[in-house]
């Protein structure tokens, strides 16, 4: 009884293993994955707010160096 019962746990370990390690690897490298993405996502955004503040600064020099846009700005 003890042999079958050792064999059955080393089997069910064994299955366990067998479907465990790569299900884990698989949800590891999905995980890896979507890390990439939102990092290359931060990225894009961050490029986007640098221009926009680009443009609101050079709007700002517009306004400042156009003397009637000056005096209605205010």
Known sequence: MLNVGFAVLLVAVGVGV???LPWLS????????RERQLAEELLRRRDVIAD?????????????????LSMTAR
Do not use: C, K, N, S
Request: hydrophobic fraction near 30%.
């Open 18 to 20: 067998g479907f465990g």
């Open 26 to 33: 698989v949800h590891r490298g999905r995980r890896l994955d």
């Open 52 to 68: 926009y503040e680009a443009t609101i600064l050079a709007y700002r020099q517009f306004v400042q160096d156009d003397p009637e």
